[in-house]
């Protein structure tokens, strides 16, 4: 089973081509599997391996897959867990605190893995997309990236392969946190009237249902934000913006993603 959570697209990409290797049931997080969470019984085979995916937020877990991971109902605990977390460059402690995750819940954490994908942050000072060869570099990589991950999980290799990056303590224990609690606002949305053609493909894109189309055809947004982005980078005009933050920043779209 691959319970996975995405926004601009760089970990359902991941989780697909994991099921693809694998099979298995795919499940995804969003607006209603949350609020369904505490009622919804997952019960997969016991010798079936149960893999994790998710991007990664400020060097941590995404807050949605944290409320999902600690509501969810289910006899999870014989199964074998595996994180496969998505990143722009590297992780922090990210995997440290999913391990924690799984222990107050009494699963079996075995192994975290990190895949390299371009970046799709742009709501902190100085983070934009990554240039265009970067991101065909990233995305060169990422088949082989993930066939070796399977291969890992399928011959039990031991040990964490993750990319923490530098300063790490300091990313995850003390940046992380006050982005959870300073950065995660839906309020500084808003979209640029002049550039806005009311296509409603940014309501489409949120995994949370947060985003909705007023009487003129324009995005409004609610209180239940991921902070995931697949609103701003799916607009076709560049017209979704957060504050001034995304002021001359980029957008990304994965080659295969759906706009239709």
Known sequence: MIIYFSGTGNS???ASLLQQRMKGEMVKIDAKSIDTASTTHLSPDSDEPLIWVFPIYSWGVPPVVVKYMSTI????????????????????LAHKQWRDIMRSRGWNAVTAYSVQMPNTYVTFPGFDIDTEEVEADKLSRCDKRVDHIVSCIKSGTPGDDVVTGGMKWIKSRMIYPLFIRRMMSPRPFHCLDNQCIGCGLCAKACPMDNVTLNENHRPQWGDN????????HACPKHAVAYGRLTDKKGQYRLPEQITD
């Open 12 to 14: 359902r990409h991941v």
């Open 225 to 232: 934000c991921a902070m995931c982005l697949a609103c701003y």
């Open 73 to 92: 109902n289910g006899d999870l605990a014989r199964n074998k867990h595996y994180m496969v977390c998505t990143c722009g460059d590297d992780i922090g």
